[in-house]
């Protein structure tokens, strides 16, 4: 089985801010005695009830307002991803509004996330970078196989590069440009190999001197 998320607009592994009939849910307390309260008006059938019933449509973040890339992770027959947004509230620490757990790192045969001080995300809200931020990125397989690693989704980042790079190759691809990882990997958990680089275009411009 796997296990999706979602926080504040966004979701990795298809997660969404609806859970279907029969699935769990899992929700991070911030504060100790808390209670999640779920009035009726939460209880939908279609998205497009909340139309209907005139429901507080400011509550519903649209994805088309975030900075992130989506990077995928896929074999012959499954695929997974993680999600690193950018925003400038954002820090390195989890920040509750942004960020969301990598819940497993076994769940299904595949698995995808992204490392920032030893806390493992399934979706990672980091701030804008000023020059460059690098996140490595650990994956999990059930079997050893040929594997594709790439960006299924780069959103509002046209100031900025995004590259992937494999330190067991020391190759590194543009992600922008459609390129992808085509490898092979065994069984297990894989870290460190897989670097995720985004790196801010505007800074280090050299200086234009024209003449008088």
């Given at each position: ?45 279609k ?33 997974t ?32 996330w ?23 990125l650990?994956?999990?397989?059930v ?14 980042l ?27 990997a065994?069984?297990g958990?894989?870290e ?21």
């Amino acid at each position: 089985d796997k296990v999706a998320s979602y926080v504040s607009g966004i979701g990795s592994d298809g997660g969404t801010g609806f859970i279907p009939p029969l699935q769990g849910f899992f929700v991070q307390a911030n504060a100790s005695n808390g209670r999640v309260m779920m009035p009726p008006g939460t209880r939908v059938h279609k998205f497009d009830q909340l139309r209907y019933k005139k429901a507080d449509e400011s509550s519903l973040i649209s994805s088309d307002t975030i900075s992130y890339v989506r990077v995928k992770l896929e074999n012959s027959i499954d695929s997974t991803d993680l999600v690193v947004r950018f925003n400038k509230k954002a820090s390195f620490a989890f920040d509750p509004a942004l960020d969301a757990y990598e819940f497993s790192k076994i769940s299904g045969d595949l698995n995808v996330w992204s490392t920032i001080n030893e806390i493992n995300y399934s979706i990672n809200g980091v701030p804008f970078p000023e020059s460059k931020i690098e996140i490595p990125l650990g994956i999990n397989l059930v079997k050893d196989g040929a594997l594709i690693l790439s960006a299924s989704e780069i959103r509002l980042l046209d100031n900025y590069s995004v590259t992937l790079k494999d330190t067991k190759t020391n190759t590194t691809i543009d992600l922008k440009k459609g390129e992808k990882f085509n490898f092979n990997a065994d069984a297990g958990i894989t870290e460190n190999r897989f670097i995720l680089s985004i790196a801010n275009l505007t800074t280090d411009i050299p200086e234009i001197n024209s003449p008088e």
